[in-house]
């Protein structure tokens, strides 16, 4: 055999191996049956009864699926396995080996920086041309153990937008379930421009805990006078299904926040019994004319 040789028949020995052996999400399935073209695993997240999940042997398009819909709450965590590790010493003929090394590594790898790098700009909320900087890709390439190909300041816009709208339906998804919710409404100016913002909180049942989500950061042209806010806020009420669910919502004692809830917290219904008008909530209980506030 001509030296070499027997690192370049590794080579295509894993290239024969399933995908999923070099999955950075592997860990979470366990192999029950591999075939010629298939191949079968159990979700390590999933009860013992639980059906093993089949995937084509080139792909982990399957088991992806099920980690995304079945286990979108989980914060999974991505490991390396060590045949795709691409820092390590490799001497062989060419370097074909540790060239295909860093190409299965940069895979993962890139995918994970990348999500780091987006997280540490919203979390700072730095300005998206921080990856078009030389400094910031010199930065991230030292510290990756191979070389990482950063997205620019449009495929980052477009990540983001992404990111944003998975959380968004997580959000919608999660209170759909959830009975009853309390909120929050602000408003602010900073550089003459004025901000809506609107939290929700709420408590899962099972286990008990609390939970927050923010879900309105709107710009409000023009001034944000009473109408204005009470439009907005049901305007951002209505768009997660919070009717019939809030329980109270707490603001600050502004003008126009309390002149909002005087106005449109309660509706007029036809005249009762004393020939007046009744104020009743959404269950029909009747209520005082005057909105009970709360100093905190």
């Not at 060239?99 to 790098?117: F, H, I, M």
């Not at 002149?259 to 036809?270: G, L, R």
Request: overall charge negative.
């Amino acid at each position: 055999m001509i030296p070499g040789n027997h690192r370049v028949a590794k080579i295509l020995l894993v290239e024969k191996e399933a995908t999923l052996y070099h999955w950075k999400y592997s860990h979470y399935f366990e192999v029950v049956e591999e075939g010629d073209k298939n191949i079968r695993a159990c979700c390590t997240l999933c009860s013992a009864s639980a059906k093993p999940l089949s995937c084509a042997r080139n792909t982990t398009s399957n088991f992806k699926k099920h980690l995304d819909f079945v286990h979108k709450t989980v914060n999974l965590v991505g490991i390396l396995p060590e045949t795709v590790k691409c820092k390590r010493s490799v001497e062989d003929d060419g370097g074909s080996e540790a060239k295909r090394q860093a190409t299965l590594d940069k895979r993962g790898v890139s995918s994970e920086v990348r999500k780091l790098v987006m997280e540490y700009i919203i979390d700072d909320m730095l300005p998206l041309t921080t990856v078009e900087s030389p400094a910031f890709k010199k930065l991230i390439n030292e510290l990756s153990p191979c070389p990482v190909q950063l997205p620019d300041r449009k495929t980052l816009s477009s990540y983001i937008e992404q990111e944003y709208d998975a959380m968004m339906r997580l959000i919608k998804e999660t209170l759909g379930t959830v009975e009853k919710v309390s909120t929050t409404a602000d408003v602010w100016t900073a550089h003459h421009r004025s901000y809506l913002g609107v939290t929700v909180h709420w408590i899962n049942e099972n286990p008990l805990k609390r939970q927050k989500a923010a879900i309105a950061c709107i710009c409000i042209t023009g001034r944000h006078t009473y109408d204005i806010l009470a439009a907005k806020i049901e305007e951002v009420h209505r768009s997660f299904g919070l009717h019939g669910k809030i329980s109270a919502t707490v603001t600050d004692n502004g003008s126009n926040f309390v002149k909002a809830f005087n106005t449109f917290s309660v509706q007029e219904t036809d005249l009762d019994n004393t020939g007046e008008h009744s104020i009743t909530d959404d269950d029909g209980v009747v209520l005082d004319d005057d909105v009970t506030f709360t100093d905190l």
